[in-house]
């Protein structure tokens, strides 16, 4: 074998520039075992030392031997007995706590036998490659059931990656489920050391995506409330692909396995790009960012070599940092995007590093203090700093500017200032409408127009039509409401657009926008769907408003307000959101300056500040200091979806990001930047029912829209980012020369193969069954935003019911076959149990049937049947049928509906929580705490020290695992009891 000695080695390659798969397509069926052979092969042919480990004994056993190899220390049984108990293994940590070990603090002051003390490292940051891989697999545990891994990467003997493996044809979305349920059974058993993963990887052979242990968590935090039909955005549909340089597609497991997990890659992405929040939220980088990072710090290293210092060819904060002979490093934002979540952020990786957004003075001093090495300011401050201190010694230090939305916030004279007072710098932006000359003004310096001549050459790119293909965006679905009707024999421009402005402002045509935006309100904004954010159950997403001026944004919250509705309308502008966007569409920057308002719009912010006021309890006005705390309040009960609608000019239309944000009202022209920049507002990925971003507009921007796709994205870029016509849902489209079945055409096999009553011959008509129902519900979800969807439904009401109930009677009964025979699941069914809950039959709806076949004297047997499959059209109705009959049976003439129910409700839930504590033999006052908890919470929590708690004591040997079998026993009683009284 020949040997090739390394002369040169990139340290900076996490993402390869260009993949090329070398595998040549396999012909033959390949077993789910086979598939599992392979990739260890590929592991090994990685680096990774293969293990057969099956016990938690052997895994801790390569634990202490890894542990002593990395740090070069032979444990004593003391001392190991230290490090494992103490540290490793403390049965009382939560995932978080050992998150923040392997993220944080990773390295352990070991007291030795002999008394001496040693820094013990459990990962080696500083020089990656002394970390060890091994690769085990079919390890065997037994919690509340026994499971068996498919493939786990220990690192240093810490098993910090598992691999789900499917076979070929199987739904990718079956693993991510699976290790759901390693973790509500297996993961905390033993040892507990299966808690420390920090990666997951599912595959399919053919797709394979990689995703955090946030995401995990905290969908198994979602199922755990799954009867308040909670949501959040750590979900399926926040696993990641990953790509090469060129954001072309790795998904095949071969080709991730010799990628993704190579050795450099795997221990790149687990030591430099993970980023654990304040909220103790591990997020893992898409490989774009980590792209963007890489050639960043690789441009800095070449420029620095080649003496290219102060020059735009100079041109990750954190990393950055860390070079050599970096003296500092400078984030510039503009100050709106401070907000406090923000501010906490910069603040954790380096203490103070945001401070000096708040005043030039902080910023002059952590300029001039050596120990400052990472600066987070605004644009306004790093302006104002470079003016009042010529001569300043940070200009003359090796620096690095960072600068985020950088097509607004560097040309002119602000660019000329940097570059002229920093001596030796390294330039670098961040945008996502980048300027080219096809889009640049017609004005200004002429060595200024693009972003280019301002930052230097490009780095790297990420469109937004890459963002869509890998699912990290959501695409848009856009109508065009024609509210202006103008003469044909208009020839001049400048008249004809006086005239737009002139008929888009009347009063008469504000009035039907209004009515337009009201009476379709909760169908643009999906008010169906029920969803839970920090605790809160909310119905629906909100919206934005985006209107010409001031002028007209006061007259439509004037309409909004007369019109009595039960939304919570806000209204923000400022003096310099009343200019007009320049000449490449870039919006004005936002200025918390309302000095130069008139005294009318003055007078009239004040006046809407002082309605928000009493809304909130709040108490804002337009003076400097408290007009930005409102916009900083304002933003937040947008992302907490406390307000339903805000009017704004300019405002929250660039760099704003709320999930729960799905609809822009549009009533003002947009183009390029402006255009693609508040469109991006609506498209922040949720959970798997909000699926576009809504956009209605009532001015005609379907050119501009083109124009701007074709600049930002590329000229096919429509087909990508918008969705398809109605037509093509309802009836069917072409894709790639294939014809997809649109709603009609499924309705249309519905009926035809599965009429009703449905009786199903054999278990392949049920498979076909769910896979149509299912398909009809995702396109039913789409076809519900589109107005002309409203009565072309096919189905009638009760018939989508029986249709509803049938599916879930399936899902119920797959599901307890999965969860008696984890050995034989049917892999290939996928529920779409996500999109049945948003059609919402709710408690309300149950209660006022009760009372109208109270009122008949209980003699109308038809209102019963009505309630019977309203229920079991609701999958969560379904866990509150038991108690609903039981009322229902209570029924006499004197009962009064809406008081008994909540009489009876209270004491049922009383004696039903009594008979689980006696059956199940808990602890009477710590189980109450932990039940009042769960419903205060709006989910049962089955990790951490509050439900062991309420489990009395065993032996101490517990040779059985009686306490383990206690707890999923007392876990699953009071899971079902939950979800049976939880919302009423």
Known sequence: MTCYKNIAENPNSTVVAEYISTEVGAQKYQSENELEVEFIRILQSNGYEYLTIRSNDDLVMNLRNQMSRLNNVNFSDTEWNQIFNHYLANKNDTIEEKTTRVQEDYIYNLKRDDGSTKNIRILDKDNIHNNSLQVINQYETEGARKNRYDVTVLVNGLPLIHIELKRRGVA???????????????????????????????????HTKYYSNTTRNAHLKEQAGKSSGKKTSNSFEFTSWWTDGKNKRISDLVDFGKTFLSKHSVLSVLTRYCVFTTDKLLLVMRPYQIAAAERILNKIALATNHKQLGTIDAGGVQLASRLDKIDKVIFVVDRKDLDDQTMKEYDKFKKGAANSNTSTAILAKQLGDANSKIIITTIQKLSKFIVGNKGHRVFNGHIVLIFDECHRSQFGEMHSQITKAFNKYHIFGFTGTPIFAANSSSGGNPYLKTTEQAFGQKLHTYTIVDAINDENVLPFRIDYINTLKMKDDIKDKKVLAIDIEAAANSPERIKQVTEYILEHFDQKTKRNERYTIKGKRLYGFNSIFAVSSIEVAKKYYEEFKSRNTELKIGIIYSFGANETESDEGILPDEDFDTTGLDKSSHDFLDNAITDYNKNFGTSFDTSSQKFENYYKALSDRIKNREIDLVIVVNMFLTGFDATTLNTLWIDKNLRHHGLLQAFSRTNRILNSVKIFGNIVCFRD????????????GNKEASGIVLLKSYNDYYNGWKKDGTHQRGYIELISELQERFPLPIFFEGEQAEKDFIKLWGAILRLRNILLSFDEFKGNEILNERDFQDYQSVYLDLYEKIRKRREADKENINDDIVFEIELVKQVTINIDFILQMVAKYHKSLMKDKEILITIEKAMNSSIELRSKKELIEGFINTLNANTDVDKDWCIFTDESKAEELERIITEENLKPKETRRFIANAFRDGELKSNGTAFA??????????????????????????????????GL
């Not at 921007?701 to 600049?711: G, K, V």
């Open 172 to 206: 990718i979305r079956e693993a991510f489920k699976q290790i759901n349920r390693y973790q509500r059974d297996s993961f905390w058993a033993e040892s507990w050391l299966f808690e420390y993963v920090q990666l997951f990887v599912i595959s399919n052979g053919t």
């Open 701 to 712: 921007l379907e050119q501009a829209t083109n124009d701007a796709l074709s600049i930002f």
């Open 949 to 982: 708690n309420i489990i009395p004591p065993v032996l101490m040997f517990d040779k059985d695992k009686s306490r383990a079998k206690k707890k999923s026993n007392a876990l699953e009683k009071l899971q079902k009891f939950f979800e049976k009284f939880f």
